[in-house]
DNA sequence: AGAGCCTTATGATAATTATCACTATCTAAT
DNA sequence: ATTAGATAGTGATAATTATCATAAGGCTCT
């Protein structure tokens, strides 16, 4: 068994306001009195693609990657899910196994929920069903726009683009350490391991970031800005 | 004004057993009540990238393109849609502008359904809405899997995906006319115009498919599958 | 019919990216 | 500590794809 369970109390929950708005008091009790944590650590699979969805899985702490095998060992990275973002979001109302693997990047809290449960709340709660289409409509949205905007760029702007997405969107600071090794960065751009090497490298050599290891340092964000738009 | 409008009785609609099986007869007048249908001819503008949301559009007839132009010129084709399938699909329940426009690529007739009223009914019949949901998720799911299929194949796997595209899934033919132009092609693999024109070429010299202009006829399947999966 | 414009087509060349080969570094496990 | 295996890094070369140039064929508009 590779996760803890403590129960948490709901109503004192932040993530009442983002995922049950439109939810009751009464009806809140049901949902959490069957909600579990799991915790697992970096590295740690959360989910494999093809097994049967039982659970209702939503982000509370840390960060994880969406990924699909292609065959052979190729991987491709989808996404990366932070805290309050669905987890089980894609497949979840329209499919029986998951289509995509789910990977821990940093030690990771999931809230996981009986999808029984939700679906049935669902069901008779139009309102909440409202909000969850909301949000899936908006996080699968978001992953067709990020994927249309790295396919036009080519290798540069795509690993510029990587690194601002890192800095701007999931750390907010312009010193962070990478959650990815160089291989995934190239699984989520659909570029190769060592292309994205040399690329880091060269940013380097030109001292637009600062590379110790995973810890990236950017010194001239808008030199970075400009490679990510005009390449 | 580039549409008629000739309402159509929803009680023989094939279309209510699959938008609507839980709606009652009652609330299903509601809805049909103010539907109509435009008819485009190809090449209209049907929707424009950043246009307002008002209505609810699902394809009755014909077939069209999804895209997002940007900036200079440079338009990405994110995908097709056929009858049944919805059309303002992606943004309709979470923003308040359309994010790609859309455009008949043969001759297409839409049902507009008031987006209000199809609100104001998700809102009150979960199962209504939760059937919305499965169908707006799959729909989703089927571009960002068709996005990565892709993206890891290279140029010629890329044009034989295509056509087997159109072959398997929009024609149902081995035999059909393009609904589309080279570029557009180009525009929805993501390489050039002069490649795809290429590729084309160079399957009809290996006697893959023969070309009649837009005509295009799959001669030799199994290799073109072939091409399709290994390049 | 002819002018202008877009699409299709093909070739030559340049640019981009992948592959292969080889080291170095780091990490986990004994 | 030491080995094994993954990750990071670099260079040379090959493969892939884009760009540029040029031309033929279609289409629309007058």
């Known amino acids: 068994m590779n996760y803890k369970t403590p129960k948490c109390s709901c109503e004192q929950c932040q993530l009442k306001n983002l995922f ?45 990657k969406l990924s699909k ?17 669905f987890v089980s979001l894609l497949s979840v109302f329209s499919s029986k196994v998951h289509m995509y693997s789910v990977t821990a990047l940093e030690d990771s809290t999931v809230c996981v929920l009986d999808l029984n449960v939700v679906k049935n709340k669902a069901q008779e709660n139009a309102m909440f069903t409202m909000d969850m289409m ?13 994927n249309l905007i790295i396919r036009r760029k080519q290798l540069k702007g795509r690993v510029a683009h990587v690194l601002l997405y890192f800095a701007n969107y999931i ?36 001292n ?24």
Chains 1, 2 share one sequence.
Do not use: W
Request: glycine share 6%; net charge negative; charged share 35%.
């Open 134 to 146: 909301v949000r899936i409509s908006e996080a699968t949205d978001k992953i067709i726009i990020e």
């Open 20 to 64: 049950f708005s439109h939810v009751s008091e009464d009806e809140l009790f049901d949902i959490c009195d069957i909600k579990e944590e799991r915790t697992y650590t970096k590295g740690q699979r959360i989910l494999n693609e093809g097994d049967p969805i039982d659970d209702f899985l939503y982000m509370k702490e840390g960060l994880v």
């Open 171 to 206: 750390y907010e600071r312009d010193e962070f350490e990478l959650p990815i090794s160089r291989r995934e960065i190239a699984e989520y751009i659909g570029m190769t391991t060592e292309n994205v090497i040399r690329t880091l490298s060269e940013f380097r050599k030109d």
């Open 208 to 231: 637009i970031i600062k590379i110790f290891g995973k810890d990236i340092l950017i010194v001239d964000k808008s030199r970075l800005e400009s490679i990510s738009e005009f390449g």
């Open 69 to 85: 095998s292609s065959g052979e060992q190729k991987d491709q990275i989808i996404s990366f899910s932070k805290p309050f973002d």
